[in-house]
Structures are given as C-alpha cells and as structure tokens.
C-alpha cells in the first residue's frame, strides 16, 4: 500500500543508524554465531554508539554502485531528491562489512583455511566495488590466545592472513569464543567502571560495575573457572559496595552483598578445594565488615541489628568453616610431599588473570587439559592451606566482631563470640588466654541461669585447666561441673601427655596443695546454710549455731573439716569440726560424728559456745562457713562460703521455693527440708534478764512546784546476792530541753529543789541486795512547769552465774518508766472591787476599795492552804491590819476560797497614773494520805492598777436600814478635793417610797478643801428593798464631772422594814 | 514451621528450650540467647514508643541460616521463634499466630495452680502445641 501523499518518509523519521553488516555467521543452526549475533544486538542499551546490526549471507549482493559523474555540465537532473536513496544508505549499503571466519592460528589446513577467507573478502569487495564501505574479518577461534607477542605462529599467520586478503593489521580481530563473548564485555565494562573511577565519575562508575557484575553471574560457570568466576564478582562487588557506602546508600551495599553472597554461597568449585570457597566466603564477609565500619568511621550510623560484628561474624564462621574442611581435605599420609615441580609456580612469577590456576593460565575449556598436573596442583594447594594458622585468622575476625557487638550493644552475642574465642584459643592449645577469655564470660551466663551453656563452656574451660595443671581453677571448674578428676576426654592426646608430667610437678610442689574456692562466684555441688537459733541470746546462754550441708552430686562426699570463722575470732575454735576430735571445747562433740555427705540429704551440724560478757550488747556475724574436702595433710581444697550462705544460683533458687506450692514432704526425723532452712548470720548477746522487781508508788498528777514524792521499791529475786546496786533516775534523756530545765530531782523532800538540783541523779548507792531482800527508795521531784513527762528508774547490779558449768559475773539491769503530768494546783483570780463590789476600772485617790482574791482548787487532791498574805507595794496602803482570811482551809477539786483586803491609794502625782499593787503569796501543801508533805509558797503578782484623783467626792451618812413610817436620817458629805472654789448645784428628785425634808434644790459654794454637809430626813413610805431619792450634783466648773459619776459613790438603795405591831417581841429587839 | 522454640523469663533464663534435634542443640542456645540482646532493647525502646500492647516483636535479627522472631508478654516472658532462612514461604502473619498459640498455651500454663511461676515448664500440653510448631522430623 502506497504511503497517503502527505505522510512522511519512514525513512526521514528514524533515527539514522550506521548500518554495519556481519556475514559469515549462522545464527540458526550455530550456537555460537548466535550467541555473537545477541551480544551485538540484544538488550543494546542506548548509551552504546548507535549502529544498526544486519546478519547477511556471504554473498549478498549489495546494490551496485552507479558510476560518478566526473563533471555536472551537461547534467539535467530529473527530481531533487530520489525516492530509494535514504533507504539505501540506511538499510542496504552498510558502512562496515564484518567477515566471521572460524579459523585457530594452529589449523591443520591453514593454507586453504586462508585462501577461503580470502575469496570470501573478495567476493565482499567485489560486491561493493566503488564504494566505501569498510572491510573488517574476525576470526572466530575455540583457542585462548595466548599473551600478545608470545605466540609466533599467531603473529605470523595473521601478517600472512592481512596479506593474502589484502587487510591492513586494524582490521583482523580474533574472537576466542571459548572466553565466552560475555567475558570480554566484562572486562570492558570492569574497564569503563575503573576508568570512570579515575575519573572520578563514581556514578558512572557504579553502574558500569554494576553492569560487569550481572554479567559475571551470566557467565558459564564450571568446576575450572569458578575460582575465576568468584574472584572477579568480588572483586566488583567489593567496588560496589564501597561506592554505595560512598554515595551514603548504605541499604543498596547491603543489599548487593546479599545478593552476592547469595549468588555465590552454592558455588562450591572443586570438592577437593572445598576450604578455599570457605576461604573466600570468609573474606568477603570480612572485606564487607571492613568496608562497612570504614563508613561508620566516616559518619554513618549503625544499629544494633545490622552493624558490622554480624559480618565480621559470619566471616569468622566461615573461617572456622574452613580450618574443619582443610583439616579433612589436607590430612595427608605423612609420606606425600609437596609436588616438584611446583605446580604453583609461573614463569613471571605472577598470574596473567585474577583467580585462574597457575598450573593452566588461560585454559577456557570445561575440562582440564592435564589431569595429572591438576592433581599435582590441587595437591600444593592442600598443603599449603596446612600450613595456614587458622586459629589466628578465626580469633581475629572474632575479636573484631566482638568489639563491634560491644559498641552496639549486644553483651549476649558479645559472650557468645568471646566464648567461640576462648574455645578457639583452646584448639590453638593457648590455655592461658582460652581459660582468660572463658572465666570472663562465664559469670555472665552464670548470672543469667543460662545452665546448658555455662556447662558447655565450663567443660572447655575443666579441660584448659587440666592441661595447663591449674589445679585450683580445675578443682573449682569441676566443682560446678560436678566431675570426678580423670584425664579429661576429648584432649589432644599430646597436651595430655605434658600436661600429666605438669601434674605430676605441681602435685610434688609443696605448699601449693591449699587451694579456697570462694563459692558465691560459682555454683558448686555442696550447699550451705549456717544459721544461729535465735536472733539474740542472753549472756547467760549458750550462743547456739547450726550449719546444714548438703551435697547435689551423684556420689557420697566426705570431708575433714568444717569450721566457721565468726566475726569475733575468739569463738572461731569451738565452731570447728574436725576428722580427729581434738578440740576439747566442743560442747556436743559426740553428735558430730559423721563427716560423710549422702547425696540429696541434707545434714545437720551444731555449735555451741558461751559469749564473753564483754560482748554484751554486740553483734556475732557469721563471717564465713568453711568445708574442707581432701587431707589437712595432703591435698585439700576448702569451699568458702562468705556469710555462711550462698552460691551464685542461691538467691534464685530461695525465692522459687518461697514461690512453690508443692507441698513440703513430711521427712524422717532428724531429717530437713532444705528449702525451709533459714539463714540467720548474725545474732545479737544481750545481758542476762534480771530478776528483781521495780515498783514505783506515787500519787500523780504531779502538781506544779511542790516536791513530788514517788517511792521506789526494789525487791530482789535472785538466787544469788546482787552486788552493786545501783539507782538511777530521773527524768528520762532525750526529752524536750525545756523539761530538763524545768525538773529537778532530790533525795530529801524536806526542802524544795534549787537549780542546783539535776533532772537526773545517776548511780544512787543502794548497795548489796540478798535473795529476797527489799529496798524503798522516795524521791523527789520538783516540777517547775506543767505537762507530761517521762522518768526513768533504772537499777544496775552484778550477779555470779554459772553457764555450762562456767562461773560469769552477769551485770543485769531493769529499767522502768513512768510518765508523770503535771498540772496546776490552783487558779488564783484577783480583781479591785469598790465597797458596793461593783467592779471598778481604776481607783480614786484616797477612795477606799477592795481586793478580792478567789482561790480555785485544780488539783484532783485536796490542797491545803496554809497561809496567805498581800505584800502591797509603796503606792498602796491597807486601811485595816490584813490578816489572812483562808487560813487552814482545805479546798476540794473544784472548790473555791475567797478573801478581800480594804487598800486605799495615796495621793498620785499627774492626776492619774497605772500602779503597781505588789504580790499575793499563798503557803499551801498536798493533803496526802501517804505522809507529810512539805509546804510549798506560791507567789501571784498582784495586777497593775489606774490610780486617778478625783475633783469632788461625795458620801453618804444613814443607818443600814428603814423602817416604815419611821424617820430616816441622811448626812450628805461633800468635798471639794481641788484648790479652786467649786460652785456645786444639789437636787433631790421626788420618790415614791419616800417623802423627805430637807433642801430640794440648792446651789452653793465649797472652798477649797472643804466639806459641804447636806441633811435630809427620809420618811420610808414602802418596805422592803427601796429606791433611795436621786441626789442630783452638778459641778458648773467641772462639766466633765457627771452626777452618774459621784452617785456611784453613794448608796442608791436602802432596805426598808415594815412597821412593827405593837408587841411584837422581833421588833423590839429591832 | 520453626526449627527452635524458647520461653525465657522475665529475668532472661530459659523456662523452656526446645529445638530440632538434627543441628546442635547448643548453637540454637546460643542463638536464642544473644537474641534476647535485641529482645532487651526492643522493650526498652518500647516505651517510648506509641502503641505499647503490641506483644509482637518481629524478626529480631536474621543470620546467615536462620530468622529469628520475638514476642514479649506483659509480665515481660520473651518467647523466641527462629525458623530456618530457606523457608520464605512463611509470613509474618503466620509468625504471629504461632506467637499467639503459644502465648495461649503459655497462659495455660501460669494457670495451673501447681505450676510454679519461674519454673522449667514441663507441661504435656504445652509441649504438644510446641511439638505443632516445630519442623517436622521424620
């Protein structure tokens, strides 16, 4: 179908490609053209030069080529531009014409092999005559060439092959196709990669590696080439990877070491070479590792789960690995020696290729060309790789794991690798580091309660021992392993030789035969528990100790020695056990006979001792239990437990049986249940009890200033006579200071306690004290002020006593306490009255008034008051003799005594003035049934009081009392108390109940210092108690005087009686 | 299917331990011990973390052999699944329900009145569902 009219050209629209032709290959039925034919055109990426590829027959016929006109003159064109000519260039007349011809430089027929190719560039030749297409023949050869140069006949047959078709040098190529094609791109793309490294195009050079290695694994991989194959992909993958680091895509190394790793993990190769893929495998592991921590060392950040240990690691498996496969593979007969000719050997002493065998350099073909030269070979190699120290490789790939599982935190994994260290140390017979490395790690694993693995390790570390002829870390080792001392299995069989003869040495060495296990570092066969019965004993008992062992191996045990070592050395000698019984302190030896341990049971030893009366009140701590197994005389090993208890798996265990409800099996007698043993390390000697009685008799609450008396009676119970008593008392120490300062304590009640007296009176003489015997001590205590308080009576004695038939001087004591309140015995409450007892604020010069004293019992015991007396100050005077008025009243709780003194003021200076008006000292005492009491004084301080003068005073003259209709006589005084003449004005307001005579309302004038006299003649209307008529005054010179005032002075009522009849014998007598 | 299964204590000592027998039994030990290194910091970042009732704590780290899986219960008992690094057919969640089988038979376990918490497991039941889970070698 024609093209529509408007379309483009095909042609003009692609993109135009060199068109090169290859011809001489039969990609149908040859598998090697076809294989030629796709490494130039399949998957051709478009980086690549763009050239379009066309498989041609030999003899195709290209399109002829028309003469060139020499000249245009003449030339009449027919078009512009002709229809064929851009397919033509395109698609028919190639640029380059590539002969394919199979022919090796050493073909037995090279002669006709040569023509043929010849004629075939010929046929090309003529085919394109005129035009400038390029011819170019490859030669397509089973053979590896040789190293350019080497090879005569190749140099020579190809200058003959250029000559005889007419080919210059550049244009005869030599494919070996046995190389595969793809290794040549390989190369090249390797080439490129490196190349742009240089360049330092890493990009670039990252995807050209990563090109090289995808086709590495493209590759045909046989027995002879792996090796090849294996160097070359690590070697990319090495380039890879650390550009990846480089380009910080730390995930695309990882996972391209994976997918190396797993591209290569099943590439064994040769079986009898099989450590030498180990070897590898190792390597690249290692190389990883290294690249890996180069870029943590350049700032990338690594976690716990992926770091560089685990490469480390598994190199370090791998290495392992191999040292197993070469320990298989290169045991040979001692007869077989290395092979002469060395078969490693090369004429340049190097290889031509990475990873190719020395012996056949070059060889591509499946097979190898020399089967004996193979064996000789694969033979050096095995000897060589004998020679390898493994063990070292190993423990330094371990150790460089190791440091790495450190930084990121993993201590298990960390003593996993330590202990494949130390078990490696160990196939390397380096004992000393093996037993370093693996002791380190086994208190790790022992803490964790990982058994299976501290038991493995610990058979490792019995085997260190016994060679090295550590005899005390063997002893210890089979200790926990349980083991019974025999050559150890599974050792190399020399190193026991010498290791007997060590034994032998270190067995005749003497001194050397104590050996100490501290047990709570490991976890032995023999459990301990030490306990005392109680924790405290009394001087005057015996100190009891117990210690329970038992034995968890599978044989009966027996042992010379157990002793216990306590904190005070002193008793050491009587917790001993020993196989001869020489100790005669030991209070139960014949108990104590059996020094043989039966597996599982559990026995019991015990101790007994007297304490030393100078270690009364202090602690016995069970420093260490000792059991020695072996001869005092020969060899011995003693297993120490610190504190009487405990291995390193005890706290565990302990808890779990705390835990368990598995019922407590009822066993024998004399027979214990481990689990319910506890522990007692420590125990407390305290001092004998006492045996006397203490007994207080007193009457509280205490009241506040008098001399409490309290009787202390002591009683002996003792057998004995107890010397040296002695009383202490007093309030007891540590209280408020306040009350120190405020108590007192004495002897004699008779007179009260100064500051002179203590709170406490200590180590009061009582002297010796028979059985049965009694002493009553009073005392006497003054407490100054109120509120509780704690006193102490403590008596202290010595008694002789005898303890397992030894004599002590016991110093006992008892102590007892008693809390006394104290209280107030009575409140005093005192108040100035006027003489019609109205309360007065202040007091009037020279105006008599009242002091009124209550005395309000607070005491729950009656209180006797002895005396009481007004010690007035200078500013006030009684107006009569003041004689006490409550003497010899007893007051009940409760009660209340009262008495009054008249006091007047003298005159004050100023008007008015606060005084003060002196004290009240009351003489009282308890009213005990118990027996006399001393008197104690209390003194009041007497209030301050307002002392004013006064301008007028006023006061009434009348008879007590009235009678009705009888008259009633009234003297008004006044006095004019200033120095200025006083106009007073005098009212009487009218009553009812009186009539009166007398001036109603006056006015007058008082002089200075005068008195006024005013008489009235009341006439009582009403009985009974009656409203005086108002005296009204009014001072016109003193307003501020008020008549409210001035009748406070004044009597305002009076009592009015009836009238009597006639006769009656009460009224006469009124 | 698993070839190792453990149940360590809180204290990280094995209550229960068991593994094919074909491989050392030891390096399955060994492998389920240092786990607990990751074990141990997963739950010490847990808390930090959102969502603290997710018992699961996935594959804790792979070796050249074998995957290993944790799971951590709320009183802190780890249980360790390793399964062998050719099986790719299994998937995480098949992981987890082996995880929530043995958490449930593990509960079983803490039930019974007579079984001492801290103890070895030695229950029949619980061996059998471990023996469910287990690679089966003939």
Known sequence: MRPAQWDLPPELCCRPLAFVALTGLDVVYNAIHRAIWDAFCANRRADRVPISFKVLAGDHEYPKCRTKRTSYEWYIPKGIVKTGWMNK??????ALVVLFYELDWDDPQWKEKQSECATK???????????????????IQKKTPLPPGEDLVASERASALCGACDLSGKSLFVLPHTDHLVGYIIRHQFKMGFFSELKQDTQNALKYYRTAYSLVHELRAHESNTLEIKTIAGFINYKICRLCFQHNTPLDAIAQFRKHIDLCKKKIGSAELAFEHTAWMSKQFQSFGDLFDEAIKLGLTAIQTQNPGFYYQQAAYYAQERKQQAGHLC????????????????????????????????HQSIDPPDTEKEKQGILAIQIKERDILHSELIIALLSNAVAQFKKYKCPRMKSHLMVQMGEEYYHAKDYTKALKLLDYVMCDYRTERWWSLLTSILCTALKCSYLMGQVKDYITYSMELNEVPEPEPDCDSASVITAQSL??????????????????????????KAKFLSPSFHIDEPVQLHVYVRADCPHPLRFSKLCISLSNQDYNQYCLLEEAQKGKDILEPSTQENMCLVPGKTRKYCFKFVAKTEDVGKKIEITSVGLMLGRETGRYVYLNWRGGWGDAASSHEALQASRSFKRRTRLPDQQVDWDTVSVQSSTMIISRVPKISVQLTHE?????????CMTVTIQSEE??????????????????????QSTRIALNGSEVCDDSHPALLPDIPLGDLKPGQKIVKPLYIHCVSTGPRVLLFHVAYSVHATVEDKDITCKCHKDETVTVETVVPFEVAMKFVSRKFEHLERVYVDIPFLLMMDILSASPWPIELMDSEVQLASSMTAIDQPQSQVEGVTLQTNECASECFLLKCPPVQNGTSTVASGHYIISWKRKS?????????????LPHVMVENIALYVHAEMPSFGRVRESLPVRYHIENRT??????????EPSDAFMFSGLKQVRMRILPGAEQEMLYNFYPLKAEYQVLPQLNINLLRFPNISSQLLRRFLPSHIFVKPQGRNGDASIEAA | MAVCIAVIAKENYPLYIRSIPAQGELKFHYTVHTSLDVVEEKISGVGKAADQRELYLGLLYPTEDYKVYGYVTNSKVKFVIVVDSSNTSLRDNEIRSMFRKLHNSFTDVMCNPFYNPGDQIQSKTFDGIVSTMMVQTS
């Open chain 1, 929 to 941: 049934v118990l027996g006399e009491t001393s008197v104690v004084k209390t003194i009041v301080t």
């Open chain 1, 331 to 362: 045991s040979h007969e001692p007869g077989v020696g290395y092979p002469a000719p060395d078969p490693l050997e090369t004429s340049s002493g190097a290889l031509d290729f990475y990873g190719q065998r020395a012996w056949r350099q070059g």
């Open chain 1, 89 to 94: 260039h395109l698609n028919l007349v190639p």
């Open chain 1, 121 to 139: 560039v010929e046929v090309v030749r003529t085919s394109l005559q005129g035009r400038n297409t390029k011819v170019a023949v490859v030669l």
């Open chain 1, 503 to 528: 034994w032998c040495d270190r067995v005749s060495l003497a001194g050397n035969n104590e050996f100490t296990i501290e047990v709570q570092d490991y976890v032995p066969f023999v459990q301990c």
């Open chain 1, 979 to 988: 120095g200025l003449v006083q106009d007073v004005e005098i009212s009487v």
């Open chain 1, 700 to 708: 509280p609450p205490a009241l506040s200033n008098e001399m409490y």
């Open chain 1, 719 to 740: 057998d004995a006579v107890a010397k040296d008593l002695k009383l202490t008392s007093g309030l007891k120490p540590g209280q408020d200071a306040n009350l120190t």
